[in-house]
């Protein structure tokens, strides 16, 4: 998939590459090294990982869509990787903006192939920028941490206006919905409101600085523990999350992130008890089960911040002046 479109403002261009997410994909050049499924890519047991990562996503996918499903075998998911480059200046130079997940759902009793949510995953050099290079540096000296009045705005625009580019529209039928865990340091209070997918609606007692970063990018959220999960997921989305998509459409982005979560936060998501009706994460759980998938969680956070620098020497700084004034005028 390759388009090049002009956005609504007519400023910059996107251009998206896809490749599918399966026991042969090896990351892209421009896929920061920290996300997710790129960081299951590498080492020896790369093509192990793959395959197991893959397995789990389809096993939770027929676990919740149950109905006419009496083996639990009658899905499965194909994950699509699509890498969003931005174009500010129309030279033909570009720069690694986003990365997001396409979920597809193939059903092998009727031989139907659909899509399914587009998002689930968020990866962004410019948000590295952000929360390991600004945030860092606006912070030195000070007993307490604080945050820019501008903090996530450049981030904010850039996605908005890529989803609601011609680009956007000519590739995807639906808004966007990303999935990521729980905030550790916030406490969620479990509602009357049940979902038949979604499950059990929670409500956080405080924002936190991802959802107020991610409000920036036009994105409000809700959080959700599905059946048979242990703790809530973060679902952030534009319009109304529970009408606009599919039973199935939904269960595929549970299935998926729910997957990346139990790998990567296992303290949290793959912990041996669930979460109740007050329930207050903690990464330093320590009754949990691991997954047989090996992830490098500490070379993820010491990646974070080169790849931050990375966004400051390629893309921040050499277009600091075109960036700052189309973000000041930026409207939809």
């Known amino acids: 998939m390759e388009n090049t479109q002009n956005t609504l403002n007519n400023d910059f261009e996107y251009r998206l590459k896809s490749i599918y997410f399966n026991e042969n994909y090896v990351p892209s ?28 996503i389809n096993n939770r996918f027929n676990i919740l869509a149950s109905w006419d499903n009496p ?3 009658r899905y499965s998911v194909e994950l699509e990787i699509v890498s969003v480059d931005i174009d500010v200046d129309k030279t033909g130079a570009s720069f690694p903006a986003i990365e997001i997940l396409k979920t597809h759902i193939i059903d092998h009793k009727t031989g139907k192939r659909t899509e399914g949510i587009v998002g689930n995953n968020l990866s962004s050099y410019v948000r590295d920028y952000d929360f390991s290079v600004l945030l ?16 996530g705005e450049l981030h904010g625009n850039i996605f908005k206006d890529f989803v609601n580019s ?16 729980v905030s550790n ?21 405080e924002s ?21 999960s242990v703790a809530p997921l973060a679902f952030y989305f534009f319009g109304d999350l529970l009408s606009d998509y599919s039973n199935l459409e939904l269960i595929s982005t549970v299935s998926t992130m729910e997957t990346f ?65 189309w973000s000041t005028n930026f409207s939809l």
């Open 29 to 56: 050049n421009g896929t920061r090294t920290t996300t997710n499924f790129a960081n299951l890519a590498r080492g020896k047991s790369r093509q192990e990982n793959l395959r197991n990562t893959m397995n789990m």
């Open 71 to 73: 083996n639990n075998d």
């Open 166 to 181: 011609e680009t956007y529209k000519k590739h995807f039928i639906k808004p966007p919905v990303i999935c990521l865990s």
């Open 136 to 151: 860092s540096e606006y912070n030195k000296g000070k007993d307490k941490m604080s945050i820019p009045d501008d903090f």
């Open 185 to 205: 340091n916030k406490i969620y209070h479990r509602t009357g409101n049940h979902h038949p997918i979604l499950g059990h609606e929670y409500l956080v007692n």
């Open 261 to 325: 979560q139990k790998i990567y936060r296992p303290e949290i998501y793959n912990a041996n008890s669930l979460a109740g009706t007050c329930y207050k994460p903690s990464l330093k759980n320590q009754d949990y089960s691991l997954t047989k998938i090996v992830y490098d969680r500490e070379e993820r956070t010491q990646l974070g911040i080169e790849q931050g620098k990375y966004a400051e020497k390629h893309f921040i700084k050499p277009y600091k002046n075109v960036l700052e004034q």
């Open 208 to 228: 936190s600085l991802t959802e107020q970063y991610f409000r920036k990018m036009g994105l409000q959220v809700r959080y959700f523990m599905p059946l048979n």
